[in-house]
């Protein structure tokens, strides 16, 4: 039992009560009610520009909104009716990484098609992974439960909860590190907070190119990283034109394992290749008589491999009189045009004469320094160091925080909805310290629920109701889930809120004070609070903002001309002027 996922149970408990629907969660922003205007506004901004990191948390202080707008996702599939598995078709031998499964819904008799994925691009080569951990349990001939959720992305747990940051514990400081909007990070924190990108690279193969043997030897001829397989530093693959003069020089076996920086086209594309397509107008034994197309040859049989297990599969339903749905007529479709030798295939309305390929390749991106992040609460900031955790803060009970923030980016922007998150959690942390002095599950039990009633009464009844249903040793589970995991609690955003009276009233009850601190072993003059604010990743990265480029070409406008060789993975860095003042340095 998950401690958050208590709320798919609670929905029941609620359903009973007299129209209450506070803890329902229906709200749309987090403590709107200590919040500039301004800012609020910002946040609906920011959570559209935020990126799908890869192992996120629900948030702590949480408004139950959260899954109201997760329900409403395409990144996940539950099945609406019992499906039977009639038949899985890998698309590339013994790897997992995408298959179909051919399926007969119970119910209407249809056949239909599930794809399994790694993950699905969005805009700019963001992405989210997919959780594929039940689907992959199902075999041929097995039946799927009606509203089994076969997949669904890092966003989602198993019970459908929705999230999308961290919840990382912080501290505010005034230096130089956090002038501005600017914020030092932990490193573990810098790894946390990754999330990644799938390029896809296209290239297209004239007969008078080869790629070279870069991942090859002597015995097989390899030009990029088969399924799986990482890249060797940043470096795809490479094309070389043949160049009839230097021919002799040029195809040596031993000049083929080597990069002309020159003359070669590189493609560049860091990370793991996850997938490939290759599309040729060129018969698979013509390509089999060149050594240089070894690989090539092997993924195109894979793939007709593929298309022919779909075509026969469905061939032989067809002849039964089965009904096919829209996505799976798509695909029984597309199996015969890729089978089809007459039909020639075309890149950008043209037709090409030799290979065309696509390579998807996922690189994982940890924060730099650079990195955006923000709060909930319109309070956004620039990553401008990274430092060991040992490096951090770290109070009397060595718990060291994640993130530095300025304390001046609060008052100046009237900004206090930030604290009342961070002040919560750092009275709940030191509940919980309490809790685990306490010998009996009733008094851990006693003193919890005491806590979770001075802040909110609805939350209150719902857990002390769904506790009374529970068994000894469930109660016990229940109770340590909290030590564990921590105390998330409820709070709208516009009513029934904790107010500063009410927070008030906790520090006259509970006493608590803030921490003694050191950095680095040195004790810091005046103590401090640590408590967990909850962090959303944004997608503007250094990476983007960053142009190198010396002495080139001009345009009719006389200024520098745009190149797209970045886009295409075909440089390091961008090579198109930006607007100086706009993210950059002169350097």
């Given at each position: 039992m998950?401690?958050?996922?208590l709320?798919q149970?609670l929905?029941e408990?609620?359903e009973?009560?007299?129209?209450k629907?506070?803890?329902?969660?229906i709200d749309?922003?987090?403590?709107?009610s200590?919040?500039?205007?301004v800012?609020?506004?910002?946040?609906?901004?920011?959570?559209?520009?935020?990126?799908c990191?890869n192992?996120?948390?629900?948030?702590?202080?949480?408004?139950?909104?959260?899954?109201q707008?997760?329900k409403?996702?395409?990144?996940?599939l539950?099945?609406?009716d019992?499906?039977?598995?009639?038949?899985k078709?890998?698309?590339?031998s013994?790897i997992?990484n995408?298959?179909?499964?051919?399926v007969?819904?119970?119910?209407?008799?249809e056949y239909?098609?599930?794809?399994?994925?790694?993950?699905e691009?969005?805009?700019?080569?963001?992405?989210y992974?997919?959780?594929?951990?039940?689907?992959?349990?199902?075999?041929?001939?097995?039946?799927i439960?009606?509203?089994t959720?076969l997949y669904?992305?890092?966003?989602?747990?198993?019970?459908?909860?929705?999230s999308y940051?961290?919840?990382?514990?912080?501290?505010y400081?005034?230096e130089?590190?956090?002038?501005?909007d600017?914020?030092?990070?932990?490193?573990?924190?810098?790894?946390?907070?990754?999330?990644n990108?799938i390029?896809?690279r296209?290239i297209n193969?004239?007969?008078?190119?080869l790629?070279v043997?870069i991942?090859?030897?002597?015995?097989n001829?390899?030009?990029?990283?088969?399924i799986?397989?990482?890249?060797q530093?940043?470096?795809?693959?490479?094309?070389?034109?043949?160049?009839?003069?230097?021919?002799?020089?040029?195809l040596?076996?031993?000049?083929?394992?080597n990069i002309?920086?020159?003359?070669d086209?590189?493609v560049?594309?860091p990370g793991?290749?996850?997938?490939?397509?290759i599309y040729s107008?060129?018969p698979?034994e013509?390509?089999?008589?060149?050594?240089?197309n070894?690989?090539?040859v092997?993924y195109?049989?894979?793939?007709?491999r593929?298309?022919t297990?779909i075509k026969e599969?469905?061939?032989k339903?067809?002849?039964?009189?089965?009904v096919f749905t829209?996505?799976?007529?798509?695909?029984?479709r597309?199996?015969i045009?890729?089978?089809?030798?007459?039909?020639?295939?075309?890149?950008?309305?043209t037709?090409?004469n030799?290979v065309?390929?696509?390579?998807?390749?996922?690189?994982?991106?940890?924060?730099?320094?650079g990195?955006k992040i923000?709060?909930?609460y319109?309070?956004?900031?620039?990553i401008?160091?990274?430092l060991?955790?040992?490096?951090m803060p770290?109070?009397q009970?060595?718990e060291?925080?994640?993130?530095i923030?300025n304390?001046?980016?609060?008052?100046?922007?009237?900004?206090?909805?930030?604290l009342y998150?961070?002040?919560l959690?750092?009275i709940?942390?030191?509940i919980?310290?309490?809790?685990?002095?306490l010998?009996?599950?009733?008094s851990?039990?006693k003193f919890?629920f005491?806590?979770i009633k001075?802040?909110?009464?609805?939350e209150?009844e719902?857990?002390?109701?769904f506790?009374?249903?529970?068994?000894?040793?469930?109660k016990?589970?229940f109770?340590?889930e909290?030590i564990?995991?921590?105390?998330y609690?409820?709070q709208?955003?516009?009513?029934?809120n904790l107010?500063f009276?009410?927070l008030?009233?906790?520090?006259?009850?509970?006493?608590y004070?803030p921490y003694?601190?050191?950095i680095?072993?040195v004790?810091?003059?005046?103590?401090?609070l640590f408590?967990?604010?909850?962090?959303l990743?944004?997608?503007?990265?250094?990476?983007?903002?960053?142009s190198?480029?010396?002495?080139?070409?001009?345009?009719l406008?006389n200024a520098?001309?745009?190149s797209?060789?970045?886009k295409?993975?075909?440089?390091?860095v961008s090579k198109?002027?930006?607007?100086m003042?706009n993210?950059?340095?002169?350097?």
């Amino acid at each position: 039992m998950s401690h958050f996922t208590l709320g798919q149970e609670l929905d029941e408990i609620n359903e009973k009560y007299d129209g209450k629907d506070d803890f329902l969660g229906i709200d749309i922003l987090t403590n709107a009610s200590h919040l500039d205007a301004v800012r609020g506004t910002m946040f609906a901004s920011m959570i559209t520009q935020s990126v799908c990191i890869n192992n996120p948390e629900p948030p702590k202080i949480f408004t139950r909104y959260e899954n109201q707008v997760g329900k409403y996702s395409s990144s996940y599939l539950k099945n609406d009716d019992e499906y039977k598995i009639i038949k899985k078709i890998n698309k590339f031998s013994n790897i997992d990484n995408y298959y179909i499964l051919i399926v007969k819904n119970m119910k209407t008799k249809e056949y239909d098609i599930i794809e399994r994925k790694l993950g699905e691009s969005l805009t700019e080569n963001y992405c989210y992974l997919n959780n594929n951990e039940k689907i992959d349990s199902f075999q041929e001939k097995d039946k799927i439960p009606k509203d089994t959720l076969l997949y669904h992305s890092t966003n989602f747990d198993d019970f459908g909860n929705y999230s999308y940051g961290l919840n990382a514990k912080v501290c505010y400081m005034i230096e130089n590190n956090t002038i501005e909007d600017a914020i030092v990070c932990s490193e573990s924190l810098a790894k946390r907070m990754s999330f990644n990108y799938i390029y896809e690279r296209a290239i297209n193969l004239n007969t008078n190119d080869l790629f070279v043997n870069i991942y090859g030897d002597d015995k097989n001829y390899k030009c990029f990283p088969d399924i799986n397989e990482n890249t060797q530093g940043k470096v795809l693959l490479v094309k070389r034109r043949i160049n009839y003069e230097n021919a002799l020089f040029d195809l040596k076996d031993e000049q083929l394992k080597n990069i002309n920086y020159k003359s070669d086209t590189i493609v560049y594309s860091p990370g793991r290749v996850i997938d490939i397509d290759i599309y040729s107008n060129v018969p698979i034994e013509e390509l089999k008589q060149d050594k240089y197309n070894e690989q090539i040859v092997y993924y195109l049989e894979e793939q007709k491999r593929y298309y022919t297990e779909i075509k026969e599969t469905l061939e032989k339903l067809e002849s039964k009189g089965a009904v096919f749905t829209d996505s799976l007529s798509f695909i029984y479709r597309k199996s015969i045009e890729y089978l089809n030798e007459d039909i020639k295939w075309r890149n950008d309305k043209t037709e090409f004469n030799n290979v065309y390929l696509k390579i998807k390749v996922l690189k994982e991106n940890p924060i730099h320094i650079g990195s955006k992040i923000a709060g909930r609460y319109g309070n956004k900031g620039v990553i401008s160091k990274i430092l060991p955790d040992e490096q951090m803060p770290t109070n009397q009970f060595g718990e060291r925080v994640d993130l530095i923030l300025n304390a001046l980016g609060v008052i100046n922007r009237l900004n206090p909805a930030q604290l009342y998150e961070q002040e919560l959690n750092f009275i709940s942390d030191n509940i919980i310290r309490d809790m685990k002095k306490l010998r009996t599950v009733e008094s851990k039990k006693k003193f919890l629920f005491d806590y979770i009633k001075e802040i909110s009464e609805d939350e209150y009844e719902s857990l002390n109701t769904f506790y009374n249903l529970l068994d000894k040793d469930e109660k016990k589970e229940f109770i340590n889930e909290f030590i564990e995991n921590g105390i998330y609690i409820h709070q709208p955003p516009f009513w029934n809120n904790l107010d500063f009276e009410g927070l008030s009233k906790l520090y006259n009850k509970y006493k608590y004070k803030p921490y003694e601190v050191t950095i680095n072993g040195v004790k810091v003059e005046k103590p401090m609070l640590f408590g967990e604010e909850y962090m959303l990743r944004l997608k503007h990265e250094p990476s983007g903002k960053l142009s190198v480029r010396s002495t080139s070409f001009i345009n009719l406008k006389n200024a520098p001309s745009k190149s797209l060789a970045y886009k295409k993975g075909e440089e390091i860095v961008s090579k198109t002027p930006i607007r100086m003042g706009n993210l950059a340095y002169i350097i």
